[in-house]
Each structure stands twice: as structure tokens, then as C-alpha cells.
């Protein structure tokens, strides 16, 4: 039964309970009962009575519709709780649940059920949420993941078809459609490997080997390694002034060394030309160090910082197809800082730029 059904069946069930502040059965009953046993012996008593046989009808009325009603509320009204606290639990009731529904139970109030239902109620709403994220969030990736196959498969179907069509035995184009058929066929390699990390990075299967070591060294390594590209939009990769000052980090210097491509490789792609790329160090109250790249590029708009990190999302489909790769280089970086128990951030201006930050314990031993 689909459980908003079940909470509707159960709201409608619980709302012709009579609705009665903090009172057990017994006092419901006791209280009904002294409701009915005082007028009637009131009536009783003009017909002048003997004292004591006024007191033992009322004793009489009062004890009988005592437990008149107590019975009929058990088995009416408990019956009736019982059922939804079985409609909530779901599962067979164990020895336990039992003995609570026979014996505990009767002893709530019925405002204390109707704090167990609401409490319930509000567990499934967010449970009823949560299912209808994970399923956008599924459909979405799938969408996703579609139109990035998609685009290299075309293109390389495009170019297969011409070759074979006669471009194979023409030379001014041959060689140009083969290279651009190998350029589609590396973005889909790159596309499946970096799926495949991320599930492996998602399932734990990636261990970390941690090691200390200098994080400006790898930085200045990194930055080398990227000359050629920055030096295409004349874009100067330096350190901070003031950021010198060696600091020890422990993590996975491997992984880390990708996080560090990706963001600077980002920083250099999104960058304006003729800017700069700075990498920050920040020791953090002796624990972490804060590492921050930062460009001055175009930014991204505020509204998109909070899905930034989520598989391909981008938030300038255009622009970053031409520039960019395959959509997962930031979820990937997310990933890996956060297996290392950190956290990843992001602070952008349009027109001003970015600065993508993670932090890292500091050396140990
Ligand atoms: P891509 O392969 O598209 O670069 P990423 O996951 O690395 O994938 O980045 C996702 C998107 O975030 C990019 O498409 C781009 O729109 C935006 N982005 C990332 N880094 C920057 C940056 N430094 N400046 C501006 N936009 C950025």
C-alpha cells in the first residue's frame, strides 16, 4: 500500500477518536461514570430516601457505568490504536511489541498517540522527500549522461561514415577526420574512466595511501605542469604573497595532485586571458591547512554554487562544453577531499572570479 494512503487511513482513523487532554482510560471512564451516578441519585433523592440507600445507588451506578464504559473504550478505542500502532510499525509485532500493545499501550493518554502518530507521520513525509530527490537526482544523471555520450558518438558515427562514404581516399580531409574521430573517442575514455572513479570513489574501492608531505611543492608542480596551457591566454600561475611559508599536509598525494589539475586546470580554463591563478596556504589553528585556488575569470552566479559540485552539472552549458570536459572533474574533487573527512567550498563573483578552497590535516608524527 503506497505509504501517503496509509497515512491518510490512519489521519482519518485517529481523527474519530475522541480527543481527550492527558486522560487514561480508567479516568475517561471514572469520570463519565461520576458524570452519570450524581444526577440520577440527585433525581433519587426526591423521593426521601434513607441516606445510605441514596449512597449505595450511587455506589451501585457509579461502579457499574465504571466499568461499562472502561470495557467499551478497550475494545472500541485501544482496538483501534492498536491497529495504527501496527499500521506504523509495519513489521510483524515481535514478543516485545506485544507485551507493549496489551499492556503499555492501554496506559497512554491519547494526546501521547497522537505525538506517536504526528511523529511518525513527519518521519514518512521526509522519507516520502527523500525518495522524490534520489529519483529527480537519478533521472536527472541519466538525462546527463545520455547527452554526454551522446555528443562524441555522433560526431564519431559523422566522421566514420564520411571516411567510408570516399573522404578515406581524399588527403586533404582524410587525416583531419581521423584525428578528430581519435579526439571524440579520447573524451569518451576520459568520460568512462572518470565514471568509473567516482563509483569506485562512492563504493570505497579507492583506498587512500596517506603520506606527509609539502603542499607548495606539489602546488609549483602542478603549476608546471600546466605552463604550456596558461601561457596560451597568458595567464601567470603564482603563489600568494605572504603563503610561502612550507606546510606539511597528510593525505593522498596522488589524489590530491588531482584535485589540485582539476582546479587549477579549471581556473585556467574559465580564467580571463592575461589574468593570474593564485594558490592560497592557510594554517588553520595548528590542525588543518586551508588550500584555496583562485582566478579572475568570469564567476558563476550565485544560484548555481550550491549544485556546483554535483555530476555534470554546468552551470554555462555553452561555454563549458567548448572549454570544458566531462562535467565530473569537480564531483570527483568533492569525493576525494571529502574521503580525507574534509570539506570542499567554492566563493565566485560574476566578473570578479572564483576561489575553490579544501582543507587538509597537517603532517602526523
Ligand atoms: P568541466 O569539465 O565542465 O570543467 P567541472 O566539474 O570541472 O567540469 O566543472 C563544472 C562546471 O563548473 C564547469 O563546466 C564550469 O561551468 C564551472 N566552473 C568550474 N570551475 C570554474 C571556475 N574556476 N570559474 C568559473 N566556472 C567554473
Not at 449512597?55 to 464504559?69: K, P, Q, T
Not at 580531409?173 to 574512466?193: A, E, I, P, Q
Request: hydrophobic share 40%.
Amino acid at each position: 500500500m503506497p505509504i501517503s494512503i496509509r497515512t491518510k487511513q490512519i489521519t482519518e482513523l485517529y481523527s474519530n477518536m475522541p480527543l481527550q487532554k492527558n486522560l487514561s482510560p480508567q479516568q475517561l471512564a471514572a469520570l463519565t461514570a461520576f458524570g452519570l451516578s450524581v444526577p440520577i441519585s440527585l433525581i433519587f433523592l426526591f423521593f426521601k430516601p434513607e441516606w445510605w440507600v441514596v449512597l449505595i445507588l450511587f455506589g451501585l451506578i457509579f461502579a457499574g457505568s465504571y466499568l461499562l464504559i472502561l470495557i467499551t473504550l478497550q475494545t472500541f478505542i485501544y482496538r483501534k490504536i492498536k491497529l495504527i500502532y501496527k499500521l506504523i510499525y509495519q513489521t510483524k509485532a515481535t514478543k516485545r511489541e506485544e507485551f507493549y500493545f496489551k499492556n503499555i499501550l492501554p496506559q497512554k493518554g491519547i494526546d501521547e498517540v497522537r505525538k506517536d502518530v504526528e511523529a511518525w507521520a513527519e518521519q514518512k513525509t521526509a522519507e516520502i522527500e527523500l525518495l522524490r530527490q534520489n529519483e529527480n537526482f537519478r533521472k536527472e544523471f541519466l538525462q546527463n549522461l545520455s547527452h554526454e555520450l551522446k555528443t562524441p558518438i555522433f560526431a564519431i558515427q559523422g566522421y566514420v561514415d564520411t571516411l567510408l562514404n570516399g573522404a578515406l581516399h581524399n588527403n586533404e580531409v582524410n587525416t583531419r577526420f581521423l584525428s578528430n574521430t581519435s579526439k571524440n573517442v579520447d573524451r569518451l575514455v576520459t568520460l568512462l574512466n572518470s565514471l568509473d572513479e567516482i563509483s569506485k570513489l562512492e563504493t570505497g574501492e579507492l583506498p587512500l595511501t596517506k603520506e606527509n608531505f609539502i603542499i607548495q611543492d606539489l602546488v609549483k608542480e602542478i603549476f608546471e605542469s600546466l605552463q604550456l596551457k596558461a601561457e596560451e591566454k597568458e595567464i601567470k600561475c603564482i603563489i600568494k604573497k605572504g603563503c610561502e611559508q612550507p606546510l606539511t599536509v597528510f593525505a593522498d598525494k596522488e589524489k590530491i595532485r588531482q584535485v589540485l589539475v582539476n582546479l587549477t586546470d579549471n581556473a585556467i580554463k574559465y580564467g580571463r586571458p592575461n589574468s593570474s591563478v593564485e594558490a592560497g596556504f592557510y594554517n588553520v589553528d595548528g590542525k588543518l591547512v586551508l588550500i584555496e585556488i583562485s582566478d579572475e575569470g568570469d564567476g558563476i552566479s550565485e544560484e548555481h554554487l550550491p549544485r556546483l559540485f554535483e555530476r555534470f552539472y554546468r552551470p554555462d552549458h555553452t561555454r563549458s562544453r567548448k572549454v570544458g570536459g566531462s562535467g565530473l572533474g569537480l564531483a570527483i574533487c568533492k569525493h576525494i577531499i571529502e574521503a580525507h573527512g574534509q570539506a570542499i567550498h567554492v566563493r565566485s563573483t560574476v566578473n570578479v572570479g572564483s576561489t575553490f578552497g579544501f582543507s587538509l590535516p597537517v603532517k602526523q608524527g
